[in-house]
T-cell receptor
Framework: GQNIDQPTEMTATEGAIVQINCTYQTSGFNGLFWYQQHAGEAPTFLSYNVLDGLEEKGRFSSFLSRSKGYSYLLLKELQMKDSASYLCAVRYGGSQGNLIFGKGTKLSVKP | GAGVSQTPSNKVTEKGKYVELRCDPI?????LYWYRQSLGQGPEFLIY????????DSGLPNDRFFAVRPEGSVSTLKIQRTERGDSAVYLCASSRDASSTDTQYFGPGTRLTVL
């Protein structure tokens, strides 16, 4: 199978920085996405990585190492509204469109 | 429309009944995806369409599940003889096409409860 592994839960303090890790099987890798999902709502797109390195987008950054099968999502200057589940998803194969999702990391931001 | 829409938002049915779930993708998006999400899990792929044809239906759990997209826009996911294990949130997503770089945008989902 193509397991996507990420921590189940994390807790952080408002204003702090948190890093959410994701590991995946490298064979057939063709891109990695991070989504944010608030309880009872649809996943919303955060970032996309297909090449090694860091992609920065405001308070959120995402890193990819293809050789290690590893990515992380970095959230800076945490706000209470960042409390949500963060989903790591990988696209495998050539032209197939579907994504394989991890179970998500539930982040709780406390004052 | 501005985003992906799904109807109904909630559906409660009895075991053994037939249900249809509708997805209206972002205008102009040729690729459409159905996923299923159970509590505490990530979305699980069911089927994806490129235009009117099902390009990959390998995620459909069994032959009780079927989906159509007759005109290449709106799609309907059909579940026959529903079972309690079918209870989940059914998410629809669309993208401009199915290229490897294209982002999938999700609808709000339909919460299906089978009693």
């Amino acid at each position: 199978g193509q397991n996507i592994d990420q921590p189940t839960e994390m807790t952080a303090t408002e204003g702090a920085i948190v890093q959410i890790n994701c590991t995946y099987q490298t064979s057939g890798f063709n891109g990695l996405f991070w989504y944010q999902q608030h309880a009872g709502e649809a996943p919303t797109f955060l970032s996309y990585n297909v090449l090694d390195g860091l992609e920065e987008k405001g308070r959120f950054s995402s890193f990819l190492s293809r050789s290690k099968g590893y990515s992380y999502l970095l959230l800076k200057e945490l706000q209470m509204k960042d409390s949500a589940s963060y989903l790591c998803a990988v696209r495998y194969g050539g032209s197939q469109g579907n994504l394989i999702f991890g179970k998500g990391t539930k982040l709780s931001v406390k004052p | 429309g501005a985003g992906v829409s799904q109807t109904p938002s909630n559906k409660v049915t009895e075991k053994g009944k037939y249900v249809e779930l509708r997805c209206d993708p972002i205008s102009g998006h040729t690729a459409l995806y159905w996923y299923r999400q159970s509590l505490g899990q990530g979305p699980e792929f069911l089927i994806y369409f490129q235009g009117t044809g099902a390009a990959d239906d390998s995620g459909l759990p069994n032959d009780r599940f079927f989906a159509v997209r007759p005109e290449g826009s709106v799609s309907t996911l059909k579940i026959q003889r529903t079972e309690r294990g079918d209870s989940a949130v059914y998410l629809c997503a669309s993208s401009r096409d199915a290229s490897s770089t294209d982002t999938q945008y999700f609808g709000p989902g339909t919460r299906l409860t089978v009693l």
